[in-house]
């Protein structure tokens, strides 16, 4: 059984997709953390983004391997341990120009069918319910106001160490946002068959039991 977990920046895919993953006893797939370590290494190797020849050797030989270690979400790619450098803002600054890439796409939705063969999973993005799993048996877009997602997105970057004024981080999201709905290859949209959940005034707990509860209403249908 697929879950799919789309929606713009900030909104809270994450955490609440960790947490119903924990709670149904699926797998997770964080694909925003597949594209922020692509885009960690193409910046880090020095790769141009229109040297097409280096990009395939790289893309051919990529290995992105995510799991839990005593709780904490571990993102390696070809060996190499990248789960803080990620979420720098250097690298959330570039992901969207990186993953626009039509070769780069192809070769993650590639991993990320792979990635859930026989498995039950929630999987998070923005392409999910579109473009990856079109057939994923449940579809969520979570949405929420841009200031509660400055906020959030503040107190994740203060836990890692780093300090960020709304206003900035407000402008940082919207930038993003657009540039990840306006792209020519799967851009960020909402699947006409994917339900809207909007936490700007829902409580960490009652977006996940949301989920949870549609899950267990869909799974009983079912049967
Ligand atoms: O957690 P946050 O909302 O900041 O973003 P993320 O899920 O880590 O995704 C980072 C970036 O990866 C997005 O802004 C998109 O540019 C890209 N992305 C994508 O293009 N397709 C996906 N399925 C997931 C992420």
């Given at each position: 059984?697929?879950?799919a977990?789309?929606?713009p920046?900030?909104?809270?895919?994450s955490?609440?997709?960790i947490?119903?993953?924990e709670?149904?006893?699926?797998t997770?797939?964080?694909?925003?953390?597949?594209?922020?370590?692509v885009?960690?290494?193409v910046i880090d190797?020095?790769?141009?983004?229109?040297?097409?020849?280096?990009?395939k050797?790289?893309?051919?030989?990529?290995?992105?391997?995510?799991y839990?270690?005593?709780?904490?979400?571990?993102?390696?790619?070809?060996?190499?341990?990248?789960?803080?450098?990620i979420?720098?803002?250097e690298?959330?600054?570039?992901v969207s120009?990186v993953?626009?890439?039509?070769?780069?796409?192809?070769?993650?939705?590639?991993?990320q069918?792979?990635?859930?063969?026989?498995?039950n999973c929630v999987?998070?993005?923005?392409?999910?319910?579109?473009?990856v799993f079109?057939?994923?048996?449940l579809?969520?877009?979570?949405v929420?106001?841009?200031?509660?997602?400055a906020?959030?997105?503040?107190?994740?970057?203060l836990?890692?160490?780093?300090?960020k004024?709304?206003?900035?981080?407000?402008?940082?999201?919207?930038?993003?946002?657009?540039?990840?709905?306006s792209?020519?290859?799967?851009?960020?949209?909402?699947?006409?068959?994917?339900?809207?959940?909007?936490?700007?005034?829902?409580?960490?707990e009652?977006?996940?039991n949301?989920?949870?509860?549609?899950?267990?209403?869909?799974?009983?249908?079912?049967?």
């Amino acid at each position: 059984m697929i879950i799919a977990i789309d929606g713009p920046a900030a909104t809270g895919k994450s955490t609440t997709a960790i947490a119903v993953a924990e709670e149904l006893g699926f797998t997770y797939l964080d694909t925003g953390a597949m594209y922020r370590a692509v885009t960690f290494s193409v910046i880090d190797r020095g790769i141009s983004l229109d040297d097409k020849d280096s990009l395939k050797i790289f893309l051919n030989m990529l290995d992105i391997n995510m799991y839990f270690d005593d709780k904490v979400f571990k993102v390696e790619i070809n060996d190499r341990d990248v789960t803080g450098k990620i979420r720098d803002p250097e690298i959330t600054s570039r992901v969207s120009e990186v993953s626009a890439v039509q070769e780069i796409r192809k070769a993650m939705v590639n991993l990320q069918r792979q990635m859930v063969v026989g498995k039950n999973c929630v999987v998070e993005g923005r392409d999910i319910g579109t473009v990856v799993f079109p057939e994923a048996d449940l579809k969520f877009f979570m949405v929420a106001d841009v200031r509660v997602r400055a906020e959030r997105r503040q107190k994740d970057l203060l836990v890692i160490g780093k300090n960020k004024n709304i206003g900035e981080l407000e402008v940082d999201i919207k930038k993003r946002d657009n540039k990840d709905s306006s792209r020519t290859h799967s851009p960020l949209l909402k699947s006409d068959d994917a339900i809207i959940i909007d936490t700007s005034n829902l409580e960490f707990e009652e977006q996940v039991n949301l989920i949870i509860e549609l899950t267990k209403n869909y799974k009983k249908e079912m049967t």
